[in-house]
């Protein structure tokens, strides 16, 4: 008993003592706030989403697989960056019909954005399979 009183007194003392230090070197990071798109692994963590924004985590985490691609052998540089064009163009375009129809997709606008994004998903994925090495 006395001795669990003994722990968690020192794990306290060790709080206060370290909480200054912590808070220290925690403000100047929020004295900066996170990019505004929340790309990235910094920003929000777990499954917040900010309305319109979840398109372009999806292609920032596709770009991340093609770059450790391209570091595995699995894509060249060359194609890594055509995809990564492409991946851009379709985000720009479907950013620009949600803008240009007030904010909000149609049911058809949604479907043609979701085939196309479904194609080029498939496209990247079978460029990367194609030239990953055989397991032997």
Do not use: Y
């Not at 706030?33 to 979840?54: E, F, I, L, N, Y």
Request: charged share 30%; hydrophobic share 35%; aromatic share 2%.
């Amino acid at each position: 008993m006395k001795l669990m009183t003994a722990l968690r007194s020192v794990a306290v003392a060790s709080l206060f003592i370290t909480a200054p230090v912590l808070a220290q070197t925690a403000a100047p990071e929020s004295a900066n706030p996170p990019a505004a798109d929340c790309k990235g692994h910094g920003g929000h963590g777990g499954h917040h989403r900010h309305k319109g924004k979840k398109h372009g985590n999806k292609m920032a985490r596709m770009e991340h697989r093609m770059d450790k691609a391209v570091a595995e052998g699995r894509l060249s540089q060359a194609q890594a960056d055509q995809f990564k064009a492409e991946g851009r163009q379709l985000h720009e375009e479907m950013k620009a019909q949600r803008e240009a129809s007030g904010g909000q997709l149609s049911d058809a606008q949604k479907d043609e954005m979701r085939s196309k994004m479904r194609a080029f998903r498939e496209k990247v994925k079978s460029a990367m399979q194609a030239n990953a090495p055989q397991k032997t």
